[in-house]
């Protein structure tokens, strides 16, 4: 009888954090760079279930294996890369292919594939609420000058042109002209994934030592989705309703015979 209780309300507790990761999942399907979670359940006190005799117990035979308690065993991020939005925004950059952002932090550097940018009130290129770009060399980049592009490496480029009527300059004279570097985007990338800490936002940290991404493609104008598939996490999360309905029920049922046993039968 209390093997139940035990089997249901463990059950009860790990289909509520999985419904947690599942509706964290949905709500950031339109974050830029999101990597899904998905939770992995284990069994816990695991114990073999002999058959003996009813008088000698002796050459017991095992029968199978059983548990008290299911729990939840780890959360896993999958970090297979989503599709591309073509934005056309001059602040937006997505990976093509491994590696992430570096952003300063008030709380150290953090790691991300989200590239929605912008400038802050300096003229930095930021991430919104979080902190500034790193460049290579680990500086920010200062954007003062909005007609610049950006090649495939992250090299971020404006060309002055001379003083004067813009109209009258027909861009013949190459020689007036200097295109100045306003820096480079710096990727970074890791040996192992695993030891990378899933923040809020879409944030990474890590003990591990950055190894830089000598060859990066950056996609200007464009953003990674987030790789959540809606329909398969309503699939998970209407399942995972069930089974936690389920168990409530059940639990409910184990309650009441217990309530009979102690009411009704204690009296006989």
Same mark, same amino acid.
């Given at each position: ?11 009860m ?6 419904? *947690?990761?599942?509706?964290?999942? &949905? ?11 998905k ?11 002999? +058959? ?19 729990t939840?065993?780890?959360t896993?991020?999958n ?36 590239g ?5 009130d =300096?003229?930095y ?35 002055d +042109? ?30 192992? #994934? ?6 809020d ?28 598939? &809606?329909? =398969? =996490?309503?699939? *998970?999360?209407?399942t995972?309703? !069930? ?10 049922? #184990? ?11 204690? !009296?006989?």
């Amino acid at each position: 009888m209390y093997q139940g209780f035990y089997n249901l309300t463990s059950g009860m507790l790990t289909q509520t954090r999985n419904l *947690n990761v599942i509706s964290n999942n &949905m709500v950031n399907i339109q974050t830029a760079g999101y990597k899904r979670d998905k939770m992995v359940s284990t069994t816990f006190q695991e114990e073999m279930l002999y +058959r003996t005799g009813k008088r000698y117990k002796d050459n017991k035979e095992p029968m199978a294996t059983t548990s008290k308690i299911r729990t939840a065993d780890r959360t896993y991020v999958n970090y297979e890369q989503g599709s591309f939005d073509v934005t056309d925004g001059i602040y937006d950059f997505a990976l093509g292919g491994e590696g992430f952002f570096c952003i300063d932090t008030p709380t150290g550097v953090r790691y991300t594939r989200n590239g929605s940018f912008s400038v802050d009130d =300096e003229g930095y290129l930021t991430l919104n609420g979080m902190g500034r770009v790193q460049g290579v060399g680990g500086q920010p980049i200062r954007i003062d000058n909005e007609d610049f592009t950006v090649d495939k490496l992250g090299n971020i480029r404006v060309v002055d +042109r001379p003083s004067g009527d813009d109209e009258d300059y027909g861009g013949g004279d190459e020689e007036e002209s200097n295109v100045r570097q306003l820096g480079t985007l710096r990727v970074v990338d890791f040996a192992d #994934y695993e030891q990378l800490h899933k923040e809020d936002y879409g944030m990474f940290s890590t003990a591990q030592a950055p190894q830089e991404v000598e060859q990066p493609s950056i996609l200007w104008g464009t953003l990674e989705k987030s790789n959540v598939d &809606m329909v =398969e =996490e309503m699939t *998970n999360m209407i399942t995972s309703q !069930r089974a936690l309905q389920s168990a409530a029920q059940v639990l409910k049922m #184990y309650d009441q015979v217990m309530s009979k046993a102690v009411t009704d039968v204690g !009296r006989l």
